[in-house]
């Protein structure tokens, strides 16, 4: 098996995607949860507060990498 040579940009561009791969991920799932639990305010909440802070850590991730 051939071993491919180690850059420092190949393996921060794979975090950045992976991370950025479960951050959307985790949006994704916790918007859908918003249908189910629209009548109870508390948890409703509770959603925008995690999309909020999710998004922000997308927002972030995109100048970690720079």
Known sequence: MKTRPFTKEYVLEAAKVNLER??????R?????LPELVNDPEKS???FEVLMQ????RKKLDGLFE
Do not use: Y
């Not at 799932?29 to 949860?33: A, E, F, P, Q, S």
């Open 54 to 57: 999710l998004n922000n850590a």
């Open 29 to 33: 799932k916790t918007t859908d949860r």
């Open 45 to 47: 909440r509770e959603i």
């Open 22 to 27: 479960s951050i959307d991920f985790s949006i």
